[in-house]
């Protein structure tokens, strides 16, 4: 990035060219992207590239999200659990949760809270991207 030149200045305001601000802008994505890769790699690095992944998710499911697939079914064949199987881990019936992982009910927010614990996720994980 060349040398920022402001056209005016006041007290309050700057006033830059379009291509400086765009590369501005460029810079500060550059920044936050590189703060990324340094954070995941300090966290590969403390606590094993093994673990510090365990949490992502192959192409393939996060191809069944952007589907419109609901994420507690994602992340439940993710964590290689069944449908009865993380029913009882929520301390619900197999039926309420297939009503949830369906769309037909949208679960109780004690419901969720309890299955976001189970799969080990935020409850904001569990949120269908349409909601």
Partial sequence: MGRIMPLAETPDTVTLSRADFEALLSAREDAADNAAVDAQEAREASEGA???RADYLPAELVD???AGEHPI???RTHRGLSLR???ELGDMP???LSNIETGR????????LR???ALRLSVEDLV???E
């Avoid at 009910?105 to 969720?112: C, N, R, T, V």
């Fill in 50 to 52: 093994a673990a510090a």
């Fill in 64 to 66: 069944r999200l952007l």
């Fill in 73 to 75: 079914r994602v992340w």
């Fill in 85 to 87: 199987g993380l029913a």
């Fill in 94 to 96: 197999p039926s309420y």
């Fill in 105 to 112: 009910k949208p679960g109780s927010l004690a419901a969720m």
């Fill in 115 to 117: 299955l976001a614990r």
């Fill in 128 to 130: 269908p991207a349409s």
